[in-house]
């Protein structure tokens, strides 16, 4: 699992108009080859009528599988522009279409790179980049002698604290930054004398999205 990786936050659209051409972009969220596919035939149905459907997607931890179509435009005027928006931004899991209707003006092939590089683009943009992190979820158990102790090591460290749960006991649920698990666990464990209970509960990704933290479990991401 990477550590950090950018994507996009949602699926989104954007147009723009190149010498009575209309171009439109159409970028989506993937979590497999299959699912930027299916997609991409949406997108077919959808603008059946449009002179050229272009798509681009990459997908993977690695941007291991990548794909791109001109679909009938010259080559390397369109599908390579397109994902190369993807690859300048490192965006994983993401696939874009972007449509054109053709307006009666050539744009020759330098009009071309530009205009479905440039839509791409802003396709990506009203979809908003973000950068997803992995957290290792914890449970930290222990009395209220050490409530506030704990708690301002655990915040101190930059960890987050997601929960806290009263009962006759403070449990509190921490992400921790994947990497920082063992130096957690030493920390908590020197400042509680051995007391308190850690427990490990799993993985998750976060995203900050104006300063509030969504949280995804691993297997929406598979």
């Known amino acids: 699992m990477l550590k950090r990786f950018k994507t996009i936050l949602q699926p989104a659209e954007a147009e ?14 993937v979590k497999s080859e299959e699912e930027a596919q299916a997609f991409i035939e949406e997108m077919r149905k959808k603008y059946w009528d449009a002179t050229h459907n272009v798509f681009a997607y990459q997908v993977g931890e690695r941007n291991q599988i990548q794909r ?6 010259p080559s390397g005027t369109a599908g390579l522009p397109v994902l190369n928006v993807l690859k300048g931004d490192d965006l994983k899991n993401t696939a874009i279409v972007v449509t054109r209707y053709f307006g009666g003006t050539l744009l020759g092939t330098g009009g ?3 205009a479905y590089g440039r839509c791409a683009k802003e396709g990506v943009l009203a979809a908003q980049i973000v950068e997803k992190v992995l ?3 914890f449970n ?8 506030g102790k704990i708690q301002y090591e655990i915040l101190q460290m930059g960890n987050v604290i997601q929960d ?3 009962t006759d006991e403070i449990t509190f649920v921490v992400l921790v930054e994947s990497g920082d698990e063992e130096m957690f666990i030493k920390k908590i464990t020197e400042i509680s004398n051995a007391q308190a209970q850690i427990k490990q509960v799993k993985y998750v990704y976060g995203l900050w999205i104006n300063d509030q933290l969504t949280i995804e ?3 929406e991401e598979e």
């Not at 791109?68 to 435009?73: I, K």
């Open 217 to 219: 479990d691993i297997n």
């Open 140 to 147: 930290v158990v222990t009395d209220y002698s050490r409530l």
């Open 16 to 29: 723009i108009i190149e010498k009575k051409s209309r171009f439109i972009a159409t970028v989506r969220p």
């Open 112 to 114: 071309l790179v530009r």
């Open 135 to 137: 957290y290792c979820v």
């Open 68 to 73: 791109f179509s001109d679909d009938g435009e």
């Open 164 to 166: 806290t749960i009263y």
